[in-house]
């Protein structure tokens, strides 16, 4: 299976900093990349896909770049519903992984 | 609008079995890869697996972790999604969301609606 590994496990940022969240594969997955965002007690919700697009209505604060095995999330001017944690997704094979997450915390 | 609604979570003792349902509206069931993804409490998420759209054959996929456990299936209306849990392990304790791919998705889906989840707990 391929293993997806998030860094840093948790950041501390303030409203309107720009945070950086970066997700390896342990294998070239192209650019098959998909991140999430999970606020507490919520279900996650679908931000990026195909490492670079941008879901439908999602704030564009938010973008992916990368392919092959590194790939980073990047939020360009944080708000305050944006503390929360983030989960990248491989879907190049099967059995697809998540990421272990990363929790962004207000500083 | 897409709604995802599970069903079936509760108590379970270790060996035993449960059946967990998801109901959707809104899309056309049988022209989408549909899914259950897990989070064990306080912890991160976890791929489960998918029953694949009529375009794959309704074929399915799952984890090293469950596979020959867990058993995903349609009802024949093809409007419920079943995942069965057998002989189910304390680790196995954990919110099981149902997923539907998103229309961008390739051959292996990534999710654009997820159901509100439904708690299992695995106890004696």
């Known amino acids: 299976d391929i293993q997806m590994t998030q860094s840093p496990s948790s950041v501390s940022a303030s409203v309107g900093d720009r945070v950086t969240i970066s997700c390896r594969a342990s294998?070239?997955?192209?650019?098959?990349l998909a991140w999430y965002q999970q606020s507490p007690g919520k279900a996650p919700k679908l931000l990026i896909y195909?490492?670079?697009s941008l879901q439908s209505a999602v704030s564009s604060r938010f973008s992916g770049s990368g392919s092959g095995t590194d790939f980073t999330l990047t939020i360009s001017s944080l708000q305050p519903e944006d503390f929360a944690t983030y989960y990248c997704?491989?879907?190049?094979?099967?059995?697809?992984?998540f990421g272990q997450g990363t929790k962004l915390e207000m500083k | 609008e897409v709604q995802l609604a599970e069903s079936g979570g509760g108590l379970v003792q270790p060996g035993q079995s449960l059946r967990l349902s998801c109901s959707g509206s809104?899309?056309?069931?049988?022209?989408?890869?549909m899914g259950w993804v897990r989070q064990a409490p306080g912890k991160g998420l976890e791929w489960v697996g998918v029953?694949?759209?009529?375009?794959?054959?309704?074929?399915?996929e799952y984890a090293a972790s469950v596979r020959g456990r867990f058993t995903i299936s349609r009802d024949a209306s093809k409007i419920i999604v079943h995942l069965l849990l057998n002989n189910v392990k304390t680790e196995d304790t954990a919110i099981y969301y149902c997923?539907?791919?998103?229309?961008?998705?390739?051959?292996?889906?990534?999710?654009?609606?997820w159901g509100q989840g439904t708690l299992v707990t695995v106890s004696s």
């Open positions: 195909a490492a670079s």
């Open positions: 809104g899309f056309t069931f049988g022209l989408y890869d």
């Open positions: 294998q070239n997955i192209k650019s098959q």
């Open positions: 029953t694949r759209s009529e375009t794959y054959g309704g074929t399915t």
């Open positions: 997923v539907r791919e998103s229309p961008h998705s390739e051959y292996v889906p990534f999710f654009d609606s």
């Open positions: 997704q491989q879907t190049d094979s099967f059995p697809s992984t």
